[in-house]
């Protein structure tokens, strides 16, 4: 049994089948990437993930529990942390005070910008986002706004917000949408050292297949909501049906 298992899940939008009877066993302290073109159903079966969406039919278990029908602070507080395509950031606060968010957040399932300077007399709670930001190489920028950030360091903000919740699984939704190719090695690299630091499982969506064969321990070809298959990054890069209908000529 994986720490993520996702039994017979089905979801249509109206006369969409957007998911048809999907199973996914994600293993603790793996990376497991889904892979697919546009209208597979990737972000469908992300949403349905963190409980954003509920399966028409079928389950998802996480650590033995189901994430169906809880809302997002109860999805955090269960382990689940999501990074989204587009880094969801306060621009207008500092790089520090965005990382008390999620603290507040968690406490009481909803954020109160008001109680955000009772967080700076927590000496304890100061000490681990600032130990989270330098994990994340950003210990130089932690009075600098957030909307002054390049879009690599506000990726790498959001990591650093998910990881001061302690996650069992991080859920990243193409984590270098948008960066240049410096940036995106830098991503691979960090998210390569958070995995070994930390033991982290993840579980990836993304197009850059670059991103995907340097991360991933297991990879799950999605076909119009349906898997077509799941392998290693070795055998799926060989395998005829994934390269002529979803990688081409793979540069890896």
Do not use: W
């Amino acid at each position: 049994m994986g720490i993520l298992e996702v039994s017979g899940v089905n979801k249509r939008f109206g006369g969409l089948q957007a998911l048809g009877d999907v199973n996914l066993s994600i293993q603790e302290q793996s990376v497991h990437a889904i892979i697919g073109p546009n209208g597979a159903g990737k972000s469908t079966l992300l949403n349905c993930l963190v409980g954003k969406l509920i399966p028409d039919s079928g389950s998802v278990m996480f650590d033995g529990q189901s994430v169906l029908g809880r809302k997002p602070h109860e999805i955090n507080q269960m382990g689940i942390s999501r990074v989204f395509q587009t880094p969801e950031i306060f621009g207008d606060l500092t790089v520090l005070e965005n990382m008390l968010i999620p603290v507040f957040a968690n406490r009481d399932g909803a954020f109160r910008m008001h109680a955000i300077e009772s967080v700076f007399s927590e000496s304890s709670v100061i000490e681990r986002a600032r130990e989270m930001l330098a994990e994340v190489r950003m210990s130089d920028k932690v009075e600098m706004l957030a909307s002054s950030l390049s879009r690599g360091d506000k990726r790498r903000l959001e990591m650093a917000m998910c990881l001061v919740q302690k996650p069992k699984l991080l859920l990243l939704d193409e984590p270098t949408a948008g960066m240049a190719r410096a940036d995106t090695e830098n991503t691979i690299a960090l998210l390569n050292e958070i995995r070994n630091r930390r033991g982290v499982t993840m579980a990836i969506i993304e197009h850059d297949m670059n991103v995907v064969f340097s991360l991933a321990d297991r990879i799950t070809v999605l076909a119009q909501g349906t898997p077509l298959v799941e392998d290693t990054p070795d055998n799926i890069k060989g395998h005829p049906k994934v390269r002529e209908a979803y990688l081409g000529e793979a540069q890896v």
